[in-house]
């Protein structure tokens, strides 16, 4: 709910006639082009809730007299379809968050790969498996190609699975509704501080603590509902994982098991020298996955400027 819309309701509360006052300011709205005028509505509220109106901003200076702040907020408030809070005006679509029979499956089948790390069985039934289709890729490039090679194929559909499955503008409006709570908040504050200065009544100290607490809560349940948003972050990590998961386990059964030899089995990197496949770099980290991760990370960011992939959530 907009700021006006929560400043009409708080002023209803205050002075139940207010709702009347309000009705006649739109109705003469309506019929002088969108302004008002003090002397065509003082038959219809007071001087105090007249001047109420212009302290809390609900009525603005127009071209002859006043306008109001802003006309949908103030008709849904006036109408009763107000309630809710900071975030109503945020409308999430829970279900365009869930996760199809497809993505679960995808889910599961990239879990039961995941023990191919530490089971020689399951790397060697894999990377068996993989080499038929990697096998003349490696023999055809040296290692540390076959390497590369293999970071820009899932550089590339790890691109296109995240512009294709993630939906940003679902993760625009979590991170919008989070944005408007605490701005509400942020409002709020600085309302009571306004009124404690200029010596409002305790009635009225009250009602804005009160409705700072019902700010607090409502981020609270935001916070919560931000599950959907990491649920569309996650939804095309889970096929990543299925198409990259073999492809590693594929390169770990090269190397550990099959061995390389010769001249392929060493690398010369960048600010370390010559070094083998499997010499730690960084702790535990060995060589060919430092190598690995340094090809795809350019790999993608080159894929998504050429292919104008955009994952930051858009915002309306």
Known sequence: MTRTAEKIDALVREDSSMASAL?????EADRNGGEVQWADVSDDLTS???????????????????????????DRALDGDGDGGAAADIDIDEEESSWSQWDKL????????MPGYWFDSIRNVVGSTINAVLGPLDAALPFYGVILSVALITGLYS????????????????QERMQAVQQEQKDLRQEKK????????????ERIENEIERAREEQMEAMADNLGMFKEQFRPMVWIMLLTIPLF??????????????????VIMPLVGETSWQ???????????VWYFLCSMGFSQLLRKSLNIDMSPSTS
């Open 106 to 113: 995808a889910g599961v089948g990239a879990l039961l790969l």
């Open 249 to 266: 386990l594929w390169m770990y059964w090269k190397i550990q098991s099959v061995g390389i030899d010769g001249a392929e089995a060493t």
């Open 23 to 27: 009705e006649a300011i739109r109705e």
């Open 194 to 205: 306004d009124a404690e200065e200029r010596g409002a009544s305790e009635a009225e100290i």
């Open 48 to 74: 105090g809730q007249w001047g109420r109106l212009i302290e809390k901003g609900v009525l603005v200076d127009g071209d002859e007299g006043f306008e109001i702040a802003d006309r949908e907020a103030f």
């Open 159 to 174: 691109s296109l699975l995240q512009a294709n499955l993630m939906n940003t503008e679902v993760m625009g409006k979590y």
């Open 279 to 289: 010499s730690g770099l960084f702790g535990p980290m060995p060589a060919w996955i």
